[in-house]
């Protein structure tokens, strides 16, 4: 059988369709960033010793939250391939063991941070000072846990049923909550005492308390979710279906984890060279985070096309939904290396005017530019692999990538090589750079046998 089309026009076209999914969830993830951009701009103003609280509580309280991310993620692939093959009447029964499911994980992960953080900080040879700070500091976060968890169920929702714009509202909410409510909390404004980094975790946990709130309720009641099958469906808590979730969810979580964690390592062995060591370094690292924001937000939208391809039993849309949005996270993120390497000190001096900082943080940024292009193919391939469904091979993929070469590399630059901070840096170039070639080449591989048989004449 012979297919005629216009190539190029279809690429055009899925180009289009993506961006047009891709740009609200870009969005909202710049959105939820902000938050975090927010903490650290305004510790970066309060001085070195409250940014080091702030940047070592923040990245031991973020490999929990990637965990909860990462499980989360089984979930838009699942609604997309409902959506996808005509079947929105069963997204909400898969929504309500989502939700669930959230409420467990973000119970444990609570647990897990707050008696887990003390041990793991306590190693770090901090003072004793610094070191009640951060813990006190990461133990009010991961009373957030549960809101994360619940949050991310209903942008699951939402986003797998190709609405971004919505996790794009709720992510603007948070932000008009955490900017006020952290700048008079630390800074002691509109009559509250000034608390330093200890404003900033209680902001943040109201913050996310109020938009995992509104989310749930909007997700029950907006007309963009009233045709999902609100009367159909178990409301209790099912074995089988959470089961489910587990098995997708379970290797994202892990794979999600293994790089949080090599960039929270990464932070940890930075600590060990000072404050200002560690508060150029978070702000450094805080801008390369700011432009992975891009392919993030592609690599959602990827993940929810390609499912719907699945759900559709269109094998070549599939693999041009996966490739295209691969290649566009390539060339978005050829602006922020661009930025990184022609005006680094331009860009720190938005964060804190100490020159010290401005100094270290500026010759990080210029290692930071290496890394962008290999960042956004890997998150962008892996976002494809989701849409498939297939998560346990990226899983090792990540292990490989990350702890097998990206670490080992780092800590023998850092300190058998002697080049300090900058080789933890190299290291994570190495490891970012493996993991985008092998995940690429996974999807591509995948992908082929299914369109083998497809014969395209232009």
Same mark, same amino acid.
């Given at each position: 059988?012979?297919?005629a089309f ?10 289009r ?5 891709a740009l ?27 940014l ?20 989360m ?12 093959a ?27 941070t ?26 009010v ?14 942008r699951?929702?939402t ?13 603007i ?20 005492p000034?608390?330093?980094a ?5 902001a ?20 963009t ?9 178990a409301?209790?808590?099912?074995? !089988?279906?959470?089961? &489910? $979730? #587990?098995?997708?969810? *379970?290797?994202m979580?892990? /794979?999600?984890?293994l790089?949080? @964690? ?21 702000i450094a690292?805080?801008?390369a ?14 993940t ?7 759900g ?9 939904a ?36 401005? !100094?270290?943080?500026? &010759? $990080? #940024?210029?290692?930071? *530019?290496?890394?962008q292009? /290999?960042?956004?193919v890997?998150? @962008? ?14 899983m ?11 670490m ?10 002697g ?7 190299m290291?994570?170039i190495?490891?970012l750079?493996?993991a ?23």
């Amino acid at each position: 059988m012979t297919f005629a089309f216009d190539r190029r026009g279809v690429l055009v076209r899925d180009l289009r369709e993506t961006l047009a999914l891709a740009l609200p969830l870009i969005g909202g993830q710049l959105a939820l960033f902000s938050q975090h951009l927010v903490d650290v701009m305004l510790a970066g103003h309060l001085g070195a010793r409250v940014l080091g609280v702030v940047a070592i509580g923040t990245n031991t309280w973020s490999v929990a939250v990637m965990a909860i991310v990462g499980m989360m993620m089984a979930l838009p692939p699942g609604v997309a391939q409902l959506d996808g093959a005509g079947r929105r009447g069963d997204v909400v029964g898969l929504f309500r063991q989502a939700v669930w499911l959230a409420l467990g994980l973000g119970l444990v992960m609570q647990q897990v941070t707050w008696w887990g953080a003390p041990v793991v900080l306590a190693r770090l040879g901090m003072d004793d000072g610094l070191l009640a700070e951060t813990v006190a500091f990461t133990r009010v976060l991961s009373l957030a846990a549960p809101a994360v968890a619940l949050f991310c169920a209903c942008r699951g929702l939402t986003d797998g049923v190709s609405r971004p714009g919505v996790s794009l509202g709720f992510g603007i909410l948070g932000l008009a909550v955490l900017a006020p409510l952290g700048w008079a909390l630390m800074y002691g404004r509109l009559g509250a005492p000034a608390m330093g980094a200890m404003g900033c975790a209680v902001a943040n946990l109201i913050a996310m308390w109020v938009s995992a709130l509104a989310y749930l309720g909007f997700a029950r009641f907006s007309r963009t979710t009233r045709d999902l099958g609100w009367a159909l469906g178990a409301i209790g808590p099912r074995r !089988a279906a959470i089961m &489910g $979730l #587990l098995r997708v969810g *379970a290797p994202m979580s892990v /794979s999600v984890v293994l790089e949080a @964690a090599v960039f929270a390592t990464a932070s940890l062995v930075v600590a060990s060279f000072g404050e200002v060591a560690a508060g150029s370094h978070q702000i450094a690292l805080n801008v390369a985070a700011l432009s992975f924001m891009v392919p993030l937000g592609l690599s959602m939208a990827v993940t929810v096309r390609v499912g719907n391809a699945v759900g559709r039993g269109d094998a070549a849309g599939m693999r041009r939904a996966g490739m295209v949005g691969i290649a566009a996270a390539l060339v978005t993120q050829s602006v922020p290396a661009g930025l990184m390497l022609l005006v680094p000190v331009q860009i720190v001096a938005l964060y804190t005017g100490d020159p010290a900082l401005v !100094a270290g943080a500026a &010759g $990080l #940024l210029t290692l930071a *530019a290496l890394f962008q292009l /290999s960042d956004g193919v890997q998150v @962008a391939a892996m976002g494809a692999l989701r849409g498939l469904k297939d998560t346990r091979v990226p899983m090792l993929i990540a292990a490989f990538s990350y702890w097998g070469i990206g670490m080992p590399t780092g800590w023998l630059l850092t300190f058998a090589g002697g080049m300090g901070i900058g080789g933890m840096w190299m290291g994570l170039i190495a490891g970012l750079s493996t993991a985008a070639v092998l995940l690429a080449l996974r999807f591509h591989l995948r992908t082929r046998r299914r369109v083998a048989g497809l014969v395209m004449v232009g």
